[in-house]
């Protein structure tokens, strides 16, 4: 009964003091450790290097693949220990991903490239209703669902990118700089989506380049410096914080937040 092995509802996710290390080289992250409650989102700060996506890689179970190992730590969603785990395993658990850099099947069409992110679903009628879900959240992909993604615009990639994920109906979704080279309009739109999914019931971990648009949909926050946690704390505080206002918030920072209407 493989469908019903699937659970529902947003995942918990704890790291226990996650140390990673690529070759021989001094750890890329180092003794990290945090807590995502179910249904909330976890923003990673830091500049580049910082090992954000080496934390990225370490939920997904994809360190191997990129030359990494975990040194020591462990990974667990809703308690149970998943560090050993496969990443087809994790996926079946309820993870996802979208991709940085919208990492697409270009020859493929917008729907191939949709279908492809619900391999590990048993559910063939699930995956046509999430389908139908997904040109319902995202109607400027709907009227290409027949063309070669390649083709699309870069605002239309990213939101094919994240449907994607969504195919796999995730219960932890790993977001990683899903507002990359998007113009301001279309930041809000991705701001606007990603808070929608987490209230639908899914845990994120969400890396964005604009970090005060991330800390604005985050609930909480954790900056690293080379490999290392600095800060850490509710994100509507980091927002405020001087520290993270002179490292982080760069000029691609300033198209965010929306105008105050209140
Ligand atoms: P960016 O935003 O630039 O991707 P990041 O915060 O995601 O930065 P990581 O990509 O996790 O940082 O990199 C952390 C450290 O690990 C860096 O020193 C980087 O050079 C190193 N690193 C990352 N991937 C590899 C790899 N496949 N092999 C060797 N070293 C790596």
Same mark, same amino acid.
């Given at each position: 009964?493989?469908?019903?092995?699937?659970?529902?509802?947003?995942?918990?996710?704890?790291?226990?003091?996650?140390?990673?290390?690529?070759?021989?080289?001094?750890?890329?992250?180092?003794?990290?450790?945090?807590?995502?409650?179910?249904?909330? /989102?976890? +923003?990673?700060?830091?500049?580049? =290097?910082?090992?954000? @996506?080496?934390?990225? $890689?370490? !939920?997904?179970?994809? *360190?191997?693949?990129?030359?990494?190992?975990?040194?020591?730590?462990?990974?667990?969603?809703?308690?149970?220990?998943?560090?050993?785990? /496969?990443? +087809?395993?994790?996926?079946?658990? =309820?993870?996802?991903? @979208?991709?940085?850099? $919208?990492? !697409?099947?270009?020859? *493929?069409?917008?729907?191939?490239?949709?279908?492809?992110?619900?391999?590990?679903?048993?559910?063939?009628?699930?995956?046509?209703?999430?389908?139908? +879900?997904?040109?319902?959240?995202?109607?400027?992909?709907?009227?290409?669902?027949?063309?070669?993604?390649?083709?699309?615009?870069?605002?239309?990639?990213?939101?094919?990118?994240?449907?994607?994920?969504?195919?796999?109906?995730?219960?932890?979704?790993?977001?990683?700089?899903?507002?990359?080279?998007?113009?301001?309009?279309?930041?809000?739109?991705?701001?606007?989506?990603?808070?929608?999914?987490?209230?639908?019931?899914?845990?994120?971990?969400?890396?964005?380049?604009?970090?005060?648009?991330?800390?604005?949909?985050?609930?909480?926050?954790?900056?690293?410096?080379?490999?290392?946690?600095?800060?850490?704390?509710?994100?509507?505080?980091?927002?405020?914080?001087?520290?993270?206002?002179?490292?982080?918030?760069?000029?691609?920072?300033?198209?965010?937040?929306?105008?105050?209407?209140?």
């Amino acid at each position: 009964m493989g469908a019903s092995a699937i659970s529902s509802g947003p995942a918990e996710l704890r790291i226990e003091d996650l140390t990673v290390a690529y070759g021989p080289r001094s750890p890329a992250v180092q003794g990290l450790s945090a807590h995502v409650p179910a249904g909330t /989102t976890l +923003a990673l700060l830091g500049s580049n =290097g910082a090992g954000k @996506t080496t934390v990225m $890689r370490a !939920i997904t179970g994809l *360190l191997g693949q990129h030359g990494g190992r975990m040194v020591s730590g462990s990974i667990s969603l809703d308690g149970v220990d998943i560090t050993q785990s /496969t990443p +087809a395993q994790r996926v079946r658990l =309820g993870l996802a991903q @979208t991709m940085e850099g $919208r990492r !697409i099947f270009s020859e *493929l069409t917008v729907e191939e490239n949709l279908r492809t992110g619900a391999w590990a679903r048993p559910d063939r009628p699930g995956v046509a209703k999430e389908l139908a +879900a997904v040109f319902d959240r995202f109607p400027e992909i709907a009227d290409r669902r027949k063309d070669k993604a390649g083709y699309l615009s870069g605002g239309q990639q990213q939101m094919m990118a994240i449907g994607r994920a969504l195919m796999a109906r995730p219960r932890l979704l790993l977001m990683d700089e899903p507002s990359l080279g998007l113009a301001p309009k279309l930041v809000d739109r991705v701001a606007d989506i990603i808070e929608k999914i987490a209230n639908e019931g899914t845990t994120i971990v969400l890396i964005e380049q604009n970090v005060a648009m991330s800390l604005a949909v985050a609930e909480y926050a954790i900056a690293l410096e080379a490999g290392r946690v600095v800060l850490e704390s509710e994100a509507a505080a980091l927002a405020e914080d001087d520290r993270i206002q002179a490292a982080y918030f760069s000029a691609v920072s300033s198209t965010w937040p929306k105008p105050d209407l209140s």
